[in-house]
């Protein structure tokens, strides 16, 4: 049970407690949920998404799926899935596909689906495949309290990821 050291450093820096939960290993943030018995309401899901100059950070819960049309209207400007192989390297100290969701710590934008922030103590991957962070309702919301909130995901069983693409945790 591991987390990465920037995740590590940067909570710590900030002084925020948080607990970890080691769980079996998993493949998408859906399946941690399942095997955590963490609803996936409370689970937060990073997808890394790309304008053309810079990669930013969408989170939004693993029950729910990425609407992009809808991503793009709340940062009124066009963006797109980035592959994993593109982006992998932004998060050198994590295990390929297991992003955690602070994108902050890795120096990236951040934009969060409002629906998290109604759900209390959230989860997310640590930077392995192997151990979820747990945050109180509180901590997260100040570490993303000046990210751009949005619409942008929905709870239904129609992914909008694009055909061939493999992201974190989807």
Known sequence: ?????SIHNYLNRLGIDYTLLPHDHTETSSMTAEVSNVPGSRVVKAVVVGD????MMALLPASHHLRLDELQNVLDREVELVPEEE?????NDCEVGAVPALGMAFGLEVVVDKSLTTFGDLYFEGGDHETLVHLQAKAFEG???DAVHGHFSRHDNI????????????
Request: proline share 3%; glycine share 10%.
């Open 159 to 170: 992914p909008e990821y694009g055909s061939g693409l493999r992201h974190s945790n989807m």
């Open 52 to 55: 053309g100059e810079r990669y």
């Open 143 to 145: 570490l993303v309290a």
């Open 1 to 5: 049970m591991t987390i990465s050291n």
């Open 87 to 91: 982006f992998a390297v932004l998060f």
